[in-house]
């Protein structure tokens, strides 16, 4: 559990560097952060599983064989971004152990200026408080209560065939016999069946508490901060308007709990789904990225939600988004990079 967890963490950051080294320009404005770095690399990893997934099933490989290549594949991607990021650092310009200690320094200056601001603004402290209470509520109703809300999905049960016959979408889970007509590309496609499985075989982690529990509450936290992202992005450093903005969205996905359907209730208690995915955390940076005008990440998100959701529930919603805010920038004559320009779009 501990290093399952660890990897969760871990994992995404070196790619989604690599992917803003070269995609963002360096006078970018706000300069993007490690959480912009842990979204993209997230975006990436679901990709280079999807792409995995396609090669595996194409091959008729085992699922045994497809974990060994998630394993190698993950692993060669960390080593390759490493050693891209070292080549493209440039040491002529600061020593190691000045490099080191810039981002010692920014690391304690960000966290100076975060109490700093906290203090000064006793309502923006009562907001978060507020929110972090939402987030906790939300968490302990994904563990308590989930479910109670998986009638008629058959993700867990897809798994649970995986991991026992060693196959992908060669066995239906319920009657444990083979598929007598197969199953459309179109959904063996998907990744996130196998990515779990893949997940409970390599960490022993037990299937209803992988797909029920941890990956909700993943993607939950994972959620909040796109939230963020967008927050920051339309409202600077006035941290009682981005506080204001979080508790908006923590009500509006509590709210939505209260009916199928409802992107809320997928959210918290679906979170594992692929259409729960594209709307709590694609769909909302998406909408970040295009107001930056960074078509490279939007592709990104694109890409994902090819791998995750299936055609009859919407596929290509984020493409749709990102065509109509594409089609506005034409009009307006300004479809080129933000980078160096002010973020926000609220004002000062």
């Not at 050693?83 to 152990?97: A, C, H, R």
């Not at 939230?227 to 903005?245: S, T």
């Amino acid at each position: 559990m501990f290093l399952f967890l660890v990897s969760l963490a871990v994992i995404p950051i070196l790619p989604g560097m690599l992917f803003l080294k070269i995609f963002y320009r360096r006078n970018h404005r706000p300069r993007p952060g490690i959480l912009h770095a842990y979204i993209l690399g997230m975006l990436l990893c679901l990709v280079f599983c999807g792409t995995i997934n396609l090669l595996c099933v194409m091959l008729h490989k085992t699922l045994q064989e497809c974990v060994i290549w998630y394993s190698m594949g993950i692993l060669w991607m960390q080593l390759i971004a490493g050693v891209v990021l070292t080549f493209m650092w440039k040491p002529t310009e600061e020593s190691l152990g000045e490099f080191l200690r810039k981002h010692k320094m920014a690391l304690t200056e960000f966290i100076k200026q975060q109490w700093d601001r906290c203090r000064r603004s006793f309502w923006a402290v009562g907001i978060l408080g507020v929110f972090c209470i939402l987030v906790l509520l939300q968490m302990v109703g994904i563990c308590r209560n989930g479910y109670v809300y998986m009638a008629g999905d058959m993700t867990l049960e897809m798994v649970q065939s995986f991991l026992e016959h060693d196959s992908l979408y060669q066995i239906h889970p319920l009657t444990g016999q083979a598929y007598e007509a197969g199953v459309p590309m179109r959904i063996q496609i998907l990744c996130l069946p196998t990515l779990y499985a893949a997940l409970c075989s390599l960490f022993g982690l037990a299937p209803q508490l992988l797909v029920w529990t941890l990956m909700p509450v993943y993607f939950l936290i994972c959620s909040y901060l796109v939230y963020y992202l967008l927050a920051r992005r339309l409202f600077g450093e006035r941290m009682l308007h981005v506080g204001c903005f979080m508790v908006l969205v923590g009500l509006i996905i509590g709210w939505g709990t209260y009916a199928y359907g409802m992107d809320g209730l997928g959210l918290i208690y679906r979170g594992f789904r692929g259409e729960s995915i594209r709307a709590g955390i694609l769909l909302p940076y998406v909408i970040g990225q295009v107001l930056e005008h960074k078509w490279w990440s939007v592709l990104l998100c694109v890409g994902t939600e090819l791998f995750i959701v299936w055609t009859l529930y919407g596929m290509g919603t984020c493409a749709f988004v990102a065509i109509g805010f594409l089609v506005i920038a034409l009009i307006k004559g300004d479809f080129s990079d933000k980078s160096g320009k002010e973020a926000s779009v609220c004002g000062k």
